[in-house]
């Protein structure tokens, strides 16, 4: 029992011998002084110049080369802007940036005509007379009429109407009747 275990042992032993020689021969330095970098070329051969110096002739021509593309801007998926004529210039564009405001909403337009008013001589309250269509309205200072206004305030040359929807007002200005006595 003893030999076999020492026969064991000793296979073990070259067999690792083996591996660590295989590592070793297989991982040495070829003589570039850094580990793991291989030897340069034996054939490399650097060029023959005497006196190396900047070829100043090569860099004044690529100085005076000027770009004729397309001036697109590659950082936006547009297509590019069609070649303009020579020598005019480019025109300065600014795009919109931001939300687009809304436009105004139309002016305020009362289906009424104001063509008199009334104050009473007690209290001083006022009545604006307005005239739709046919029908004459009656209104005091305060009142709503047609469904949907309010008289806000009645002056002798103007009447302030408010839109009760929205809030918006207008300024109804007094409207003189028609002349009809020529032909007494």
Same mark, same amino acid.
């Given at each position: 029992?003893?030999? =076999?275990?020492?026969?064991?042992?000793?296979? @073990?032993?070259?067999?690792?011998?083996?591996?660590? /020689?295989?590592?070793?021969?297989?991982?040495?330095?070829? @003589?570039? !002084?850094?580990? !793991?970098?291989?030897?340069?070329?034996?054939?490399?051969?650097?060029?023959?110049?005497?006196?190396?110096?900047?070829? #100043?002739?090569?860099?004044?021509?690529?100085?005076?080369?000027?770009?004729? !593309?397309?001036?697109?801007?590659? *950082?936006?998926?547009? %297509?590019?802007?069609? %070649?303009?004529?020579?020598?005019?210039?480019?025109?300065?564009?600014? $795009?919109?940036?931001?939300?687009?405001?809304?436009?105004?909403?139309?002016?305020?337009?009362?289906?009424?005509? *104001?063509? @008199?008013?009334?104050?009473?001589?007690?209290?001083? =309250?006022?009545?604006?007379?307005?005239?739709? /269509?046919?029908?004459?309205? #009656?209104? /005091?200072?305060?009142?709503?009429?047609?469904?949907?206004? =309010?008289?806000?305030?009645?002056?002798?040359?103007? $009447?302030?109407?408010?839109?009760? /929807?929205? @809030? =918006?007002?207008?300024?109804?200005?007094?409207?003189?009747?028609?002349?009809?006595?020529?032909?007494?």
């Amino acid at each position: 029992m003893k030999g =076999r275990k020492e026969l064991y042992l000793s296979v @073990g032993l070259l067999f690792l011998l083996a591996v660590a /020689g295989y590592y070793f021969f297989s991982s040495r330095d070829d @003589g570039t !002084g850094l580990p !793991g970098v291989l030897a340069a070329d034996p054939k490399f051969e650097p060029l023959q110049i005497r006196e190396p110096e900047l070829r #100043m002739d090569l860099l004044e021509k690529v100085r005076k080369l000027e770009y004729t !593309g397309s001036h697109r801007n590659i *950082f936006l998926a547009t %297509p590019a802007l069609p %070649p303009r004529p020579v020598g005019q210039a480019l025109a300065p564009t600014r $795009a919109f940036v931001g939300p687009k405001v809304p436009p105004p909403p139309p002016p305020l337009q009362v289906p009424a005509e *104001f063509f @008199g008013f009334a104050s009473e001589p007690y209290g001083g =309250r006022r009545v604006a007379f307005f005239a739709s /269509g046919d029908d004459v309205l #009656m209104v /005091g200072e305060g009142e709503t009429f047609l469904g949907r206004f =309010r008289l806000d305030r009645v002056n002798n040359d103007f $009447a302030d109407v408010e839109e009760l /929807g929205t @809030g =918006r007002h207008t300024t109804l200005q007094l409207v003189q009747p028609p002349e009809q006595g020529a032909n007494r």
